[in-house]
């Protein structure tokens, strides 16, 4: 799907140096070869308009190449303010169906691995209990075993059946926060200030509550 805007032909467009600009550079290098070194004051003069011609040169390309490159600069422009509006409000749907599953999906791995703890420690116990048996009752060990391993499996498929996550969605869970009280937060940590927020999200990763900021975290689907 790279084809939903139309794609000028950009590169049909020739850039060249003009055949001027190339006679210049050609005659103001074969006046400066010859200069190696500086003795008196005429051969000074001499350098001194040699660099003032070399240097217009130089800044002369620098404005051509900036003008030149204004009409493309604006057409990125457009391009993507083009391409922002029109997305904006996809993005924004994105992000709210994004959020809704993300913390749906946490949710439910929650419960997901609460169910699979249980079943874990039931099966510790069902595993136990059969070689229990065994021992005092002179059971055969193997027809226990499949019978445990029978109970196991049930174990496992209920643990499944307690969670609706799907499959495949991953979840991202990122820590933000909002400065509601500027002065709260310098006097309790003033190593924070200036706000400085790489220094307030290395603090988040300590503890989550500062005073004078609010914090809360948003999972996103992706």
Do not use: C
Request: overall charge positive; aromatic content about 4%.
């Amino acid at each position: 799907m790279n084809d939903l805007i139309t794609q000028p032909k950009i590169n049909a467009v020739t850039i060249e140096i003009i055949d001027d600009a190339k006679k210049m550079k050609q005659v103001a290098l074969e006046t400066a070869k010859p200069i190696v070194s500086i003795n008196d004051g005429f051969e000074a003069e001499i350098a001194s308009r040699t660099q003032y011609h070399l240097r217009a040169i130089i800044k002369g390309i620098e404005e051509s190449r900036k003008m030149a490159k204004a009409p493309a600069l604006e057409i990125g422009k457009k391009i993507d303010g083009m391409a922002k509006d029109f997305i904006a409000e996809v993005k924004d749907e994105e992000l709210r169906i994004a959020k809704l599953l993300g913390a749906f999906q946490k949710v439910e791995r929650e419960k997901k691995a609460d169910a699979d703890r249980i079943a874990r420690i039931e099966t510790q116990k069902v595993l136990a209990k059969a070689s229990h048996d065994a021992l005092s009752t002179g059971q055969d060990l193997q027809e226990l075993d499949q019978s445990a391993q029978r109970k196991i499996i049930a174990l496992r498929q209920e643990a499944s059946a307690k969670h609706e996550a799907v499959q495949g969605v991953k979840v991202r869970t990122t820590t933000k926060f909002e400065i509601v009280d500027e002065a709260e937060t310098h006097k309790a940590r003033p190593d924070l200030f200036s706000l400085d927020h790489k220094k307030i999200r290395a603090a988040l990763k300590i503890t989550k509550t500062i005073p004078g900021i609010k914090v809360w975290e948003e999972s996103k689907s992706y």
